[in-house]
Every structure is written in C-alpha cells, then in structure tokens.
C-alpha cells in the first residue's frame, strides 16, 4: 500500500478476504497464511483470491502437501499470522471469537493489538470493546493503525498526499459519498457502474481511511473531504 505497510490475513471469509482485496486494489503486498496445505485453498471459493495473492505477495502454510482444513488446524495458523505483524487488527469479535485467542497470542508476542469499536447491541461487537477495556488501542481508521504503530504523525497530511494517486473510479466515488452517504445497492445505482467495481472501490478506501461504513452505509471521511477540497 502507500503505506508500505504488508497486510497478512487467513484468506477466511468476511474480513480476512476483505483484508488481502483491499491491499490487492492498493497495488500492495498481502500475505496468506493458511490452515491447510499450499495446495489445498480454504475455503474453495477463494481459489482465484489466492492466486492473485501468490502473484504479487505470498501464500504460505506450515502444513505439508495434501493437508486439508481441519478446525484445529486454525489456532496454529493464527500464531503464524500473529508473529508475522507489527500489529494485529480486531474489527469484529464476538466474546467466545477466535480472534480473541489471536489477540491473546499477539500480546504473548509482543505484538500491538488494535480494534474497532461498534454498535453496541451487535454482538459481534462485544469483544471488540472487551479487548478496547482490557487496553487494546482503539481505531477507526488506516491511520489510526499506522498512529499505533509508531508509523504516521500527521494524519492530515498523510491523506491528503493519498488523494492525488486515487484511480478515476476511487474518485468518483469519494465525490459521490462525500455529499451523499449511501448503500452498495445505491451507488451502483448512482454511479452506473458494476458491483464489483463498486466493491473493490469501496474497499481500496476504506483501506486507506478515506470512507468507513456504519450499519452498511458509507461515509466519506472527513479527514478525507477536507484535504481534498470536497464539500459536504
């Protein structure tokens, strides 16, 4: 990313796979760490999501050949996933979650742990805001992350240089959401453009702070509208 930040994940659905397509449409490095063997993609369905992986980052197992996914095969893959990163992100985790094993065994390696707050009647956000009492830092945005680690100063000047090297699509898309907070479903409409390129928009953006979400509506940052000359 532009970062030079490395985003490595499980390649899991849901956040894991939104992790790796976000570094993939920043044109940045992700790695996958897997519960199974290299030759053996888990779940199926992100066959072709490992294989864009591979061409540009890593895919990597401590299991041999021929090992399928088996659930105890997943707490041995978080320890890898934790030990590879600086810092480990929580953005949603219910209170008997993986991820907060994850989170316990990146403490134990001295690693920094993030996470994002939600609504609190979701019960996927209930162990977000354990770990946020327990002293994780709270984030709501990349540079919330890269402040944690030591790695950004100035949050404003940080976007701001970010928005000149959007692609058209991001753009137009940034303009759109920053006078109207909208759905999937709407700024397809909006837009006319296809949902895939939508997705892959919003998620480049919402890797790069630029938007975030709330109840499945995006919202243009307003870090983001004020260092791009946008107006609400």
């Known amino acids: 990313m532009s970062s030079g930040a490395i985003v490595t994940s499980g390649l899991a659905l849901g956040i894991d796979a939104a992790a790796h397509e976000g570094a993939l449409a920043a044109e940045g490095v992700t790695l996958a760490v897997l519960g199974c063997g290299c030759d053996e993609v ?62 316990r065994l990146a403490l134990s390696q001295g690693r920094e742990v993030m996470a994002m707050p939600g609504p609190v009647t979701q019960a996927n956000s209930r162990g977000c805001h354990q770990l946020i009492r327990d002293g994780a830092a709270l984030i709501e945005s990349s540079e919330d992350v890269m402040r944690s680690l030591g790695r950004l100063e100035d949050p404003l000047l940080s976007c701001g240089s970010l928005i000149g090297d959007l692609s058209p699509g991001e753009k137009t898309l940034l303009a759109e959401l920053s006078q109207n907070p909208s759905s999937i479903d709407d700024l397809v409409s909006a837009l006319g453009q296809a949902v895939d390129e939508v997705t892959v928009n919003l998620v480049s953006l919402e890797v790069m702070g630029h938007i975030f979400s709330e109840g499945g509506i995006y919202h243009a940052s307003a870090t983001a509208v004020e260092s791009s000359g946008l107006k609400r």
């Open 42 to 103: 888990y779940p199926k369905r992100h066959w072709r999501l490992a294989e864009r992986i591979s061409a540009s980052g890593l895919i990597l197992s401590e299991f041999p050949t021929g090992t399928q996914a088996y659930p105890g095969n997943f707490p041995r893959r978080n320890r890898i996933v934790t030990g590879l990163s600086q810092g480990v992100v929580v953005v949603e985790a219910g209170l008997r979650s993986g991820s907060l094993v994850s989170a």
